[in-house]
């Protein structure tokens, strides 16, 4: 069990194309864990790979509210294989993008394929909270921030803010 740092935009990490998962090692298993503690302490309802530096096609996601009902999801190369045409408006956060929130709309309903921890092919279906959540993850793997679903306005107020908080912690 670890608690990984988290990688605060700006970040090239945090723009780069994930390279997919051949091999479930004890590692990535591992990691997969160290995720979870992660998401858990921060608080997250999700968490990709290279949130914590690690360039792989992996996130970890749990939308369950009450801290005793856990309902973790491990998902390896994960990709979405079909979407709705309505789309559900949410306010998103991300925990690379501290304290920064905004609408995004993105299809209500996905059909999501992946690799479960122990390399089994398998597909979900998901909607509502965990379908915003699905969706935010992958985009991760693609070097994709919510940011880059809104207004150029609005994203350049957010990437200066976080820039400036940048130096202002380098400095102190
Ligand atoms: O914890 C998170 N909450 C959240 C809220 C609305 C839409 C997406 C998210 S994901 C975010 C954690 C995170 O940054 N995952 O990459
Ligand atoms: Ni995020």
Redesign the pocket.
Known sequence: MAILPIIIAPDPRLKMVCAEVNDITPEIVGMMDDMLDT?YA???????AP?VGVTRRIIVADVCKEENKREPCRLINPEIEWKSEDLFA????????PEQYSD?ARPKSVGIRYLDETGKRRELEAEG?LA??LQ??ID?LDGIL?VDHISSLKRNVIMRKLKKLKKVENAG
């Open positions: 998401m921060a608080p997250g309802i999700g968490l990709a949130q949410y306010e998103e956060g991300c925990l690379s993008l995004v909270l915003v959540c935010h993850e991760h919510f």
